[in-house]
């Protein structure tokens, strides 16, 4: 069955560092374009950083020479390196496909657990 499992979340202070992974199963990951998505309380949920099946990557202005999006195909992962990490960057942060670039794996809108990060002094 499809599963996205998020991890590596928690607490940081302001211009700390996290580095955030996804483990992907179910579906021939390697051909999908994926993304991290992130939501804050009473927001919505914004793409943040994606990447091809290539390895070309594509950020938010937000967020734009702090983060890095990696992959790993062999591991079915997909990994999130977080730099200079501000408190508007406080939510809970999901990985899925870039459902603009490779759409859904899914007839409904499956997200995993997701993982909190916040960003405080």
């Known amino acids: 069955q499809v599963r996205l499992v998020e991890s590596g979340g928690g607490l940081a202070q302001p211009g700390g560092s996290l580095r955030l992974s996804c483990a992907a199963s179910?579906?021939?990951?390697?051909?999908?374009?994926m993304g991290w998505y992130r939501q804050a309380p009473g927001k919505q949920r914004e793409l943040v950083a994606a990447i091809t099946s290539g390895g070309s990557t594509n950020y938010a202005d937000s967020v734009k020479g702090r983060f890095t999006i990696s992959r790993d195909n062999g591991k079915k992962t997909v990994t999130l390196q977080m730099n200079s990490l501000k408190p508007e960057d406080t939510a809970v942060y999901y990985c899925?496909?870039?459902?603009?670039?490779?759409?859904?794996?899914?007839?409904?809108?499956?997200w995993g657990q997701g993982t909190p990060v916040t960003v405080s002094s």
């Open positions: 899925n496909t870039d459902l603009a670039v490779s759409g859904p794996l899914l007839d409904y809108d499956y």
């Open positions: 179910g579906f021939i990951f390697s051909i999908y374009a």
